[in-house]
């Protein structure tokens, strides 16, 4: 479009661009043809592209919005393109997955693999840090479940899908709160063990007359109050 062309209060250029009024009836009759397709294609992808979302399940999310937009909305490009497009799109999902079910170290390499976060109420620091997930996250997912003590969790896995699985324990060890150190008040609903200090890096406990300087797990030298 030419500088010249454009002025302010062109409403006809604001609204319709450089189509005619009436193809805003094709792109109504456009974007309900490939709506009706979705719809069959999503029922062909399978009920994981509905629920939490893979790597590949991602990706063909992202594609199907580079594929469907230009069928939908440029009066250049036919519907053709995008069906046929949408169609790869589906024989890829469909052999990706098939590739994985055959090859489970293909699945690990597509997918990812799970990795224990926590491990009897240890922080396993270094999967913390390969995991990009900070200990304040990591807590603050604790105590939305309800968990306030590190020393009552078993495993924690982030799982290749990106969820958090948590598997507690029955125990009357103390450990690591996982409530707000700047929030004195709330920790009132634990119970402070005086004789026992946790590495504020990972959780682990220690007597109070056997701190060392560092931790023995992560080497950290920040000790904090423990609570059952």
Not at 38 to 47: N, P
Not at 49 to 66: D, F, H
Not at 120 to 138: E, F, K
Request: glycine fraction near 6%.
């Amino acid at each position: 479009m030419q500088q010249e062309t454009i002025f302010l209060y062109d409403w006809k250029r604001i609204f319709f661009g450089e189509t005619p009024p009436e193809f805003m009836l094709e792109i109504f009759l456009r974007t309900l043809t490939i709506y009706l397709i979705l719809l069959v294609a999503m029922r062909l992808f399978g009920k994981r592209l509905t629920g939490q979302l893979t790597i590949i399940e991602m990706s063909i999310m992202l594609t199907m919005g580079a594929i469907l937009a230009p069928a939908m909305q440029l009066a250049d490009r036919g519907l053709l393109s995008g069906v046929v497009a949408l169609v790869c799109a589906l024989i890829f999902e469909r052999g990706i997955n098939y590739w994985g079910l055959k090859r489970s170290a293909a699945e690990e390499l597509i997918q990812g693999k799970e990795i224990v976060l926590v491990k009897d109420g240890i922080l396993q620091v270094a999967n913390l840090a390969s995991s990009r997930i900070s200990r304040p996250q990591l807590l603050s997912t604790l105590r939305s479940e309800g968990i306030y003590n590190v020393s009552q969790i078993q495993r924690v896995y982030l799982e290749a899908c990106g969820l958090f699985s948590i598997y507690t324990t029955e125990t009357d060890k103390c450990g690591l709160s996982t409530l707000m150190d700047t929030d004195e008040e709330v920790h009132s609903i634990q119970q402070l063990d005086p004789e026992h200090v946790a590495c504020k890096c990972c959780g682990n406990t220690v007597s109070v007359d056997s701190s060392p300087a560092t931790c023995s797990v992560c080497n950290a030298t920040e000790w904090v109050e423990a609570y059952r």
